[in-house]
């Protein structure tokens, strides 16, 4: 009961989020009438476009159709990103020397927008999947190499130095005292990085690979297709927020079987 009312707790606040943006939504469209019922779509129209239109089953194919190929692109980006945040941080804490060398170099990246480095990117490695799932690791890896970083300074001296004097090496105590002691922040890295990779594959579609629901936004603009727009955006809203609470539960769950608290 105590792992479900933390899960509870924790997907609380996030339905109570989702809910505030509908009063925020129908909030600006009545504040701001000028944007008139052509391009300020509602709630309800979303719903009709989806759902209950005449071409709602046409849109639909052609809005999921489109999500699947950003969630491919999505999780590319995250797991890669993330895979290389883990081991980065791993060599940054144990290395020293490492850190000092490349940590610089890493901020000095992490300032340049990645607009300005789609360009090399594209040109590196193409405009298919891969660069697509390079930007979203790029958006992934930064925020997550810092997060675990500090997670794993954080581990319990004494049992560190317990491990020592029983002749473990560095890398055996990052595996047996580090990495469980960062879990929490390990966990609160990968929410993050959801919807980071989604933007980065939302970027990457737009500026590489042309397609997917990154190239499908930019193309109804001029085309006025508000529906199609605000529809897309719906989705991508309520998926990131999906993601990030399964990555929530799972983080609750884990946690209650190895987090300091656990038992």
Do not use: C, K
Not at 29 to 42: D, E, H, I, M, S
Not at 96 to 101: D, G, L, N, R, T
Not at 149 to 160: D, I, V
Not at 183 to 208: C, D, M, N, T
Request: proline letters at 6%; zero cysteines.
């Amino acid at each position: 009961m105590t792992t479900l009312r933390r899960i509870g707790r924790f997907l609380l606040p996030l339905v109570i989020s989702l809910l505030l943006i509908l009063v925020i939504w129908y909030a600006f469209l009545a504040a701001f009438p000028q944007v008139g019922p052509r391009v300020g779509q509602t709630p309800a129209d979303v719903w009709a476009y989806l759902f209950t239109g005449d071409e709602s089953a046409a849109a639909r194919q052609a809005l999921f159709g489109d999500l699947g190929t950003t969630m491919r692109d999505a999780a590319g980006g995250f797991v890669a990103g993330l895979l290389a945040a883990l081991v980065a941080a791993a060599f940054f804490v144990t290395v020293p020397p490492v850190e000092h060398a490349l940590l610089p170099v890493a901020m000095l990246l992490r300032s340049v927008p990645l607009v300005a480095l789609a360009p090399i990117i594209v040109l590196v490695f193409g405009r298919g999947v891969t660069g697509v799932v390079v930007m979203a690791a790029i958006v992934v890896f930064f925020p997550a190499l810092v997060m675990i970083s500090t997670g794993l300074r954080g581990a319990p001296a004494q049992s560190m130095e317990l491990v020592a004097a029983y002749g473990g090496s560095r890398w055996t105590r990052l595996r047996l005292v580090a990495v469980p002691a960062a879990l929490p922040s390990v966990f609160a890295a990968a929410r993050i990085s959801v919807p980071g990779a989604l933007i980065g594959a939302l970027l990457g579609e737009w500026l590489g690979s042309g397609t997917g629901l990154g190239a499908a936004l930019i193309r109804a603009i001029p085309q006025f297709e508000y529906e199609q727009l605000w529809a897309s955006i719906v989705v991508v809203t309520v998926v990131s927020v999906a993601l990030y609470a399964v990555v929530g539960v799972i983080e609750n769950l884990v946690l209650a079987r190895f987090g300091a608290d656990a038992g």
